[in-house]
């Protein structure tokens, strides 16, 4: 059973870039689809990136407010995945959350009730 640990949070200003890392153990993170999804407060969890097992292609997913500011990679040999953001806006502060599952369909990698791993979160906070 894998456990997932995210890190890299932290207080920053309008149009700064962070990298958020999710660390794995008790699993290898290259056996899973392994996603990002954020929920800031008063508001529901929402889905941010995705990135498919090796044997899926590796492919990875974004939402729509992502695409071209967000970048999800993985790196095996360390067992992280991590999630590259640029140009943070204050609507971007959220709890960001690791989540990873082994067994998901394409359809679903953008469902958080479908993944079976999270991890406990790591705060961004985008304020001037």
């Known amino acids: 059973q894998v456990q997932l640990v995210e890190s890299g949070g932290g207080l920053v200003q309008p149009g700064s870039s962070l990298r958020l890392s999710c660390a794995a153990s008790?699993?290898?993170?290259?056996?899973?689809?392994t996603a990002w999804f954020r929920q800031a407060p008063g508001k529901e969890r929402e889905y941010v990136a995705s990135?498919?097992?090796?044997?899926?292609?590796?492919?990875?997913y974004y939402a729509d407010f992502a695409k071209g500011r967000f970048t999800i990679s993985r790196d095996n040999g360390k067992n992280t995945v991590y999630l590259h953001m640029d140009n943070l806006q204050p609507e971007d502060t959220a709890l960001y959350y690791c989540?990873?599952?082994?067994?998901?369909?394409?359809?679903?990698?953008?469902?958080?009730?479908?993944?079976?791993?999270w991890g406990q979160g790591t705060q961004v906070t985008v304020s001037s």
């Open positions: 008790g699993g290898s993170l290259s056996r899973y689809d």
């Open positions: 990135i498919r097992r090796p044997i899926g292609g590796n492919r990875s």
């Open positions: 989540a990873a599952d082994a067994s998901l369909i394409l359809s679903s990698i953008r469902m958080s009730n479908q993944y079976d791993y």
